[in-house]
């Protein structure tokens, strides 16, 4: 077999060990806590940020690749309303699946590849901050060079549901180590026009945007990227909609495709040896607070509806 897996008991973590790509899954939050490539000359290369660690840092993000639902980045006061009146509140950012631990339920080969599906239910946690009844599934399949990733949202209210839903994927800048340093690493946007939406320094929507036209490497800077550059693609066919971040002498990165995404930020913790490159459905509020199921990128999901988004992580090898 060219897959082996197995379950961590004492990290909590799912390990899958592929022909060239490993993957561990913790069941916490369902997230992938490490991406690692074999290379035949470089050895294991770590893509994401603290690849495989599972104790917090001494500094800088704590996270690897947690999954936001059913809100991208933040609210006034972490709450809002509908509005028909249907409160809801967090107690941070992106929501409650990061912290939620899901149920593991399917783990196996598929299309050639490998396979971790995990769900969530509603539930009276759940309900207390967002009072919709839901299914959540989070599948992961590695391939030998890839991992895809589906997140899978059905309604099982009696009312239309609101919610936003997006991955936030961090990586080593550079991914190499010892290949440089990440301001020497280039990020490349889709090469098609699109705008870049403004915030103010609590990441709120000042509802300006700028022109940008997705040519050559982006020019981002450390505070850029803690202040979080965020952009809208629903302009871009969605095959077109991939970043990718590649070491300095180019002989080495990943591409992150989101055809399902209209949606993009890219974030660091200023200094941070870190990019993270997070496909979206939907933004943070804007300045001046809307109703919930009136923010941008909200879905408004139909009783009975199922809704599926994809993403995937490629290497390149060079």
């Given at each position: 077999?060219?897959?082996?897996?197995?379950?961590?008991?004492?990290?909590?973590?799912?390990?899958?060990?592929?022909?060239?790509?490993?993957?561990?899954?913790?069941?916490?939050?369902?997230?992938?806590?490490?991406?690692?490539?074999?290379?035949?000359?470089?050895?294991?290369?770590?893509?994401?940020?603290?690849?495989?660690?599972?104790?917090?840092?001494?500094?800088?993000?704590?996270?690897?690749?947690?999954?936001?639902?059913?809100?991208?980045?933040?609210?006034?006061?972490?709450?809002?309303?509908?509005?028909?009146?249907?409160?809801?509140?967090?107690?941070?950012?992106?929501?409650?699946?990061?912290?939620?631990?899901?149920?593991?339920?399917?783990?196996?080969?598929?299309?050639?590849?490998?396979?971790?599906?995990?769900?969530?239910?509603?539930?009276?946690?759940t309900r207390a901050m967002y009072p919709w009844e839901f299914v959540f599934e989070a599948t992961y399949v590695l391939f030998a060079d890839r991992l895809e990733v589906v997140f899978a949202i059905e309604n099982r209210d009696a009312r239309a549901m609101p919610y936003q839903v997006g991955w936030h994927p961090g990586f080593a800048a550079p991914l190499v180590p010892g290949a440089g340093d990440k301001a020497g690493c280039h990020v490349r946007l889709p090469a098609?026009?699109?705008?870049?939406?403004?915030?103010?320094?609590?990441?709120?929507?000042?509802?300006?945007?700028?022109?940008?036209?997705?040519?050559?490497?982006?020019?981002?800077?450390?505070?850029?990227?803690?202040?979080?550059?965020?952009?809208?693609?629903?302009?871009?066919?969605?095959?077109?909609?991939?970043?990718?971040?590649?070491?300095?002498?180019?002989?080495?990165?990943?591409?992150?495709?989101?055809?399902?995404?209209?949606?993009?930020?890219?974030?660091?913790?200023?200094?941070?040896?870190?990019?993270?490159?997070?496909?979206?459905?939907?933004?943070?509020?804007?300045?001046?607070?809307?109703?919930?199921?009136?923010?941008?990128?909200?879905?408004?999901?139909?009783?009975?509806?199922?809704?599926?988004?994809?993403?995937?992580?490629?290497?390149?090898?060079?």
């Amino acid at each position: 077999m060219p897959y082996s897996y197995h379950f961590d008991v004492d990290a909590g973590l799912d390990v899958v060990e592929g022909p060239g790509l490993s993957l561990a899954v913790r069941r916490r939050g369902a997230e992938a806590i490490s991406l690692a490539w074999r290379d035949p000359h470089r050895g294991r290369i770590g893509l994401l940020w603290r690849d495989g660690e599972v104790d917090d840092p001494p500094r800088f993000w704590k996270s690897h690749a947690p999954i936001l639902f059913p809100i991208v980045g933040g609210l006034h006061d972490h709450a809002s309303r509908t509005i028909a009146g249907e409160d809801v509140g967090f107690r941070g950012l992106h929501g409650f699946v990061r912290h939620q631990d899901l149920l593991l339920v399917e783990a196996g080969q598929r299309d050639g590849g490998f396979a971790l599906r995990y769900r969530l239910e509603a539930d009276d946690v759940t309900r207390a901050m967002y009072p919709w009844e839901f299914v959540f599934e989070a599948t992961y399949v590695l391939f030998a060079d890839r991992l895809e990733v589906v997140f899978a949202i059905e309604n099982r209210d009696a009312r239309a549901m609101p919610y936003q839903v997006g991955w936030h994927p961090g990586f080593a800048a550079p991914l190499v180590p010892g290949a440089g340093d990440k301001a020497g690493c280039h990020v490349r946007l889709p090469a098609r026009a699109f705008d870049r939406l403004l915030n103010d320094d609590r990441c709120f929507l000042t509802g300006q945007r700028a022109p940008m036209d997705g040519s050559g490497d982006f020019p981002f800077s450390e505070k850029g990227l803690d202040l979080t550059y965020m952009f809208d693609l629903s302009s871009v066919a969605p095959a077109d909609r991939a970043v990718m971040l590649m070491d300095p002498d180019e002989s080495f990165g990943v591409r992150v495709a989101f055809p399902d995404y209209p949606h993009l930020g890219l974030w660091s913790d200023a200094g941070a040896p870190f990019v993270c490159i997070e496909p979206w459905q939907g933004m943070d509020d804007h300045v001046t607070q809307e109703p919930f199921d009136r923010k941008l990128g909200i879905v408004l999901l139909p009783p009975g509806g199922r809704d599926e988004r994809r993403a995937s992580v490629e290497v390149i090898a060079r």
